[in-house]
């Protein structure tokens, strides 16, 4: 399972380590994304970050799950991408343009990017270094990608 979070960095340490310790008691068993999913939840709900959060996972029967919180602990889930911060809501709506179910890795990468570029230009707060990440049944792919000349 993959854990991302954007927001204040203090934060997002701190329901890391929340979880990490909730969970420790945890490890002889194979957890489902979605009981790591109801704990992120729980934590949110307790004590409120200002965070966005993702947590991107495979069941054991090999469907992809995909969870985003608000810093509430108010989650929605999917089975195919989330898009979070401050260029959220163009990234989504480019990816619903774009995404075909099944890409590779590869290509998956290449569009995602392609969909963060068009998106930085369009939202001034947005750019940066990006890690890009993809989860799937043969294992994790990622690239790092820097949007400084957008």
Do not use: W
């Not at 993959?2 to 945890?26: F, M, P, Q, T, V």
């Not at 709900?45 to 959060?53: A, D, V």
Request: net charge neutral; charged share 20%.
């Amino acid at each position: 399972m993959l854990l991302s979070s954007i927001g204040l960095e203090a934060d997002s340490y701190n329901l890391a380590h929340i979880l990490k310790n909730r969970l420790r008691n945890h490890c002889e068993k194979e957890l489902e994304p979605e009981n790591v999913a109801f704990a992120i939840a729980s934590i949110l709900h307790t004590k409120p970050k200002y965070l966005s959060t993702v947590l991107a996972g495979m069941t054991k029967c090999g469907r992809p799950c995909i969870y985003n919180f608000d810093g509430l602990g108010a989650k929605t889930f999917t089975n195919t991408f989330a898009a979070v911060g401050t260029s959220g809501n163009s990234l989504l709506g480019l990816l619903e343009s774009h995404y075909k179910p099944n890409l590779p890795a590869e290509e998956l990468c290449a569009l995602t990017e392609k969909c963060l570029n068009l998106a930085f230009q369009r939202h001034i707060l947005s750019g940066g270094d990006v890690n890009i990440v993809t989860l799937n049944k043969e294992g994790i792919y990622s690239k790092t990608v820097k949007f400084t000349d957008v």
